[in-house]
């Protein structure tokens, strides 16, 4: 269940800076207003957690705001980090389609406001306005070309440098980019980069180090500056 310490909000979706690129947006206006009927709205602080894996699905989550990490974890500790959710994305969407048990683990990373739908409203919601097939498709399909980059990434590459330089590369796909360098937002600890990758701590900190003293990269904060794009590239194999 999501963290009781979740304040339930009412939000409208009409005034969503989302509105025409987030997962349900596109809607009728009969759509829209049987979507308000039916979501919950709530502000969640980092560390909630919304559901946890092999959970019976209970809905979707649909992120508004802040970052949610999907994981997945062995039964001898180890986690391995799926993907960062972000606003305008959802989560739980397989499991409730199907209704087999959440495949991962969904944790707040940054404080987050988080719309959440029940399973059978969203079933009955997508029969009654087939529009949002559409929205699942896309979404499904979103998920699905993660999922294979996520294993190019850990099973196809052979060093910490490929790994590291090919995950850089793909949380750079769609940020902001600057004439000069690629600038990625990475709420991470370097346990966690090592989490996304099925490597070390120590791995990750000495492959930062190393491409900081190649100039590939600069650390501002939680800020990556990607300073030679084409190098990184080249280590990525791509």
């Known amino acids: 269940m999501p963290n009781a310490g979740a304040h339930t909000a009412n939000s409208i979706c009409e005034n969503c800076r989302l509105k025409h690129d987030g997962f349900l947006c596109h809607f009728t206006p009969m759509a ?51 993907q960062i959710a972000k606003p305008g994305e959802v989560i739980g969407l397989s499991a409730s389609m199907s209704g087999d048990p959440y495949e991962v683990t969904a944790e707040i990373l940054h404080p987050s406001e988080i719309v959440f739908i029940c399973r059978e409203d969203f079933l009955r919601f997508i029969h009654r306005f087939p529009e949002a097939y559409e929205a699942v498709i896309r979404q499904l399909n979103l998920q699905y070309g993660r999922a294979c980059e996520q294993l190019r990434t850990i099973g196809l590459s052979t060093t910490a440098h490929e790994k590291l330089a090919r995950l850089f590369l793909h949380w750079s796909t769609g940020e902001q980019q600057t004439t000069e360098a690629n600038q990625i937002r990475v709420p991470l600890t370097h346990e966690q980069i090592a989490a996304c990758l099925g490597s070390t701590r120590e791995t990750v900190t000495r492959t930062l180090s190393d491409f900081k003293n190649k100039h590939l990269v600069t650390l501002r904060g939680t800020t990556v500056m990607i300073a030679d794009r084409s190098a990184l590239m080249a280590i990525s194999g791509e």
Do not use: D, M
């Not at 049987?34 to 992120?63: C, M």
């Open 32 to 82: 829209a207003k049987e979507f308000e009927s039916i979501k919950l709205s709530s502000r969640y602080p980092e560390g909630s957690i919304l559901f946890l894996e092999n959970e019976r699905a209970r809905g979707i989550f649909l992120v508004c705001s802040g970052k949610v990490k999907l994981s997945v974890s062995s039964k001898g500790g180890r986690t391995l980090i799926l």
